[in-house]
């Protein structure tokens, strides 16, 4: 290969300009450079719209609602009552007329089931929500003002939740008694202490935030400041938080009316049903099944729901 021909093959060749004639002038419009291609969406739409992406998270949804409509229309669709005996007919079979057969008492559990449902359910978000707010309350006032208060509260949270909560709750319903109300202040009592620490840790990181201290240089007060910037701001983790818990709170009761110290008979729950049918397992294992495969159903689809909702609405999962 000559010199010349290696010049020739290394430098390209160099292309003519684009004449200015073949341009033209567009002009500026400012209202397409202003405008925003992306829809606006708030902070719940965008979590919304990630939890619909997330199918495991969709099914425990759906799961979940099916088990309230189910609560609520189920005993609907028998023409047996949930706390009639009928001593001739005990212990049938699943069949058409009892579609999950009957107990000891010749009962329909079909209806016993759902109104089970019912009881068990209202137990479970009723004593998730109060633990909540009580949490989110006391650990918001603990977490803002900080100091001897949040001292005061903090060990006195520690000194609870070294004692296990269930002696609280069998001390409990061994002196107030049986029944759904006692039930759900045992839970009251002792439900709120992890939220309260995980609110005021929440709290704790919010409170330096730009926006909190121009609230109190404008002369916020400490009341407005907590409950309208700091709480909102946590309430992801709180609603995350607020969905394990239901499922523990159904657990518990399940686990009370089992041993004997939860509903009062003839009022049906799941736990009631578990602990009828298990004394008869080896005989009629269905009785039992059917109570736990509705239990843990229940529980599955909360706690896929709750794994869902910490991810749709922790905002460094956003894409």
Known sequence: MTAESMVNTSIPAVEEPIPK????????????????????????????RRLKQNRVATAGLILLILMIIMAIVGPMLTPYDATTNYLDN?????????????DALGRDIWARAWVGARVSLMIGFLAA?????????????????????????MRFIDVMISIP????????????GQGIIPIILSFAITG?????????????????????????????????IIFKHLIPNSLGVVIVNLTMSIPQ???????????????KPPTP???????DGASVLRVYPTELIIPAVLISVTML??????????????PKMRK
């Open 129 to 153: 929500f109060i633990n909540a707010f009580i949490g989110v309350v006391v650990g918001g006032i603990a977490g803002y003002f900080g100091g001897k208060l949040d001292m005061i509260i």
């Open 301 to 314: 689809s909360l706690n896929l729901l709750g794994d869902g909702l910490r991810d749709a609405l922790d």
């Open 90 to 102: 005990t212990h049938q079979p699943m069949s058409s007329e009892h579609w999950f057969g009957t």
């Open 21 to 48: 004639e073949k341009f033209r002038h567009v002009g500026i419009d400012e209202k397409k450079m202003q405008a925003v291609v992306r829809p606006r969406t708030t902070y719940w739409q965008d979590a919304w």
């Open 269 to 275: 729950s799941w736990g009631l049903l578990a602990s």
């Open 249 to 263: 709170a159904i657990f518990t009761e399940a686990f009370l009316s089992l041993i004997g110290i939860g509903v």
């Open 192 to 224: 709120w202490l992890s939220m309260a620490r995980l609110v005021r840790g929440q709290v704790l990181q919010l409170k330096e935030q730009e926006y909190v201290m121009v609230a109190r240089t404008l002369g916020a007060s400490a009341g407005r």
């Open 165 to 176: 909560s269930m002696i609280f709750i069998v001390l409990i319903m061994v002196i107030v």
